[in-house]
């Protein structure tokens, strides 16, 4: 089984400041790794995805986010930050085993708070 | 717009009662999950269809259930409705059976009163 823990349920910083958003996983087998944002009163939109390859992965609207497989971490980070990131962020780890479904996993969340 | 459509996008109704929540997946995507958003579970998997057949189960009640169309839509039926079956319930769909980060709809907000 698979569980994921997002580190800080918010996160506040200025605008045009860097953040880094953390994420940890946990789980027997290897796995697929999501960062999706929710906007208020929105569906989730992915920003990024980890599935093979190179450990760092650029997304959307300028973040990135690195794998680091012997910490078990999948941190979420934006060298700048705009009023327009204010939203919550999931991270989220799927099964890579033959058979596995796509079902996804999701931490509880972090709140992203942009202040001018 | 991400493809991705659900109605309605907010119910409200009483508890006892049964309602059905309709999703259309992107065009060409054959696969579809099912999500509920709460403040105390948070997301969770209900369930997932792929090409018409249930293909994998979640946290999804008794009273709950679902089914996949020939045309690939989805519905999800919640039946004899308490009132902690309020939340947010998404759709997603993929192409494949597998996932690999899939679009999700804007949600039906369910209010049980």
């Known amino acids: 089984a698979q569980s994921v823990t997002q580190l800080d349920s918010q996160v506040p910083v200025f605008e045009e400041a860097p953040v880094e958003l953390r994420c940890n996983y946990s789980?027997?087998?290897?796995?697929?790794l999501f960062w999706y944002v929710q906007y208020p009163n929105q569906g989730l939109q992915l920003l990024l995805k980890?599935?093979?390859?190179?450990?760092l992965v650029k997304g959307i609207n300028g973040f990135e986010a690195e794998f680091n497989k012997s910490q078990t971490s999948f941190h979420l980070r934006k060298p700048s930050v705009h009023i327009s990131d204010t939203a919550e962020y999931f991270c989220?780890?799927?099964?890579?085993?033959?058979?596995?479904?796509?079902?996804?996993?999701f931490g509880q969340g972090t709140t992203l708070q942009v202040k001018p | 717009d991400s493809g991705v459509t659900q109605t309605p996008k907010h119910l409200i109704t009483a508890t006892g009662q049964r309602v059905t929540l309709r999703c259309s997946p992107r065009?060409?995507?054959?696969?579809v999950y099912w999500y509920q958003q709460s403040l105390d579970q948070g997301l969770q998997f209900l369930i997932q269809?792929?090409?018409?057949?249930?293909?994998a189960k979640g946290n999804i009640l008794e009273r709950f259930s679902a089914q996949q169309f020939p045309d690939l839509h989805s519905e999800l039926n919640l039946s004899s409705l308490e009132l902690g079956d309020s939340a947010l319930y998404f759709c997603?769909?993929?192409?494949?059976?597998?996932?690999?980060?899939?679009?999700f709809g804007s949600g039906t907000r369910l209010t049980v009163v």
């Open positions: 997603a769909s993929s192409v494949g059976e597998n996932g690999g980060g899939y679009t």
């Open positions: 789980s027997s087998v290897s796995v697929y």
């Open positions: 980890y599935l093979s390859g190179s450990t």
């Open positions: 989220a780890v799927s099964d890579t085993r033959p058979g596995n479904t796509g079902k996804l996993i």
């Open positions: 065009s060409g995507d054959l696969s």
């Open positions: 269809y792929y090409n018409g057949e249930e293909r």
